[in-house]
T-cell receptor, first 114, second 110 residues
């Protein structure tokens, strides 16, 4: 059972570089989310999607972009990486709206911007 | 979604019950109480949720006060593997977003 798979697990970027964090789920879930977690802090919602073709901003969307062309995939794009984007990024999915059941999280992608 | 307040940290003895409080005094009638936990560096894990009634599953029990302004997560027999940050979250029915607060850092000691 793969669940939610994130790649890469670790990445170091230079300031100004761009990259895409990949997230795939094999549970046919409609809802998908991207969170970031800074050291010692709680999770902050970046973007979320309620289905293919539909995305919306969370609490901290600046500096990021997302797309949802398929049910399975929800990539997170970082344009012009900045040191403030050094964080652990978690992707999650749920079958329906988060009040009706659990979110399933990936193992995280640890990004360092130098 | 209603704001939640949790103690920043607490210790618990291995084998004893751990009672984790959460205040959500501004909760409205259609908002659910959810609990997740995050074991060091891993993605958060769902524990339990409820609306009005007390709930129990294989991991924990959730006690919600009659006025719904507070709740308690109970880990009946804490083990060292229960050391984690526990998040209490309130979310509206049909809400699209799960917003995490600071949580309670629980340390289970031998």
């Amino acid at each position: 059972n793969a669940g939610v798979t994130q790649t890469p697990k670790f990445r170091i970027l230079k300031i100004g570089q761009s990259m895409t964090l990949q997230c795939t789920q094999d549970m046919n879930h409609n809802y998908m989310y991207w969170y970031r977690q800074d050291p010692g802090m709680g999770l902050k919602l970046i973007y979320y999607s309620v289905g293919a073709g539909i995305t919306d901003k969370g609490e901290v969307p600046n500096g990021y972009n997302v797309s949802r062309s398929t049910t399975e995939d929800f990539p997170l794009r970082l344009e012009l990486a900045a040191p403030s984007q050094t964080s652990v990024y978690f992707c999650a999915s749920s079958a329906d709206s988060p009040n009706t059941g659990e979110l399933f999280f990936g193992e995280g992608s640890r990004l360092t911007v130098l | 979604d209603a704001k939640t307040t949790q103690p920043p940290s607490m210790d618990c003895a291995e084998g004893r019950a751990a009672n984790l409080p959460c205040n959500h005094s501004t909760i409205s009638g259609n908002e659910y109480v959810y609990w997740y936990r995050q074991i060091h560096s891993q993605g958060p894990q769902y524990i339990i949720h409820g609306l009005k009634n007390n709930e129990t599953n294989e991991m924990a029990s959730l006690i919600i006060t009659e006025d719904r302004k507070s709740s308690t997560l109970i880990l009946p027999h804490a083990t060292l593997r229960d050391t984690a940050v526990y998040y209490c979250i309130v979310i509206k029915a049909a809400g699209n977003k799960l917003t995490f607060g600071g949580g309670t850092r629980v340390l289970v000691k031998p």
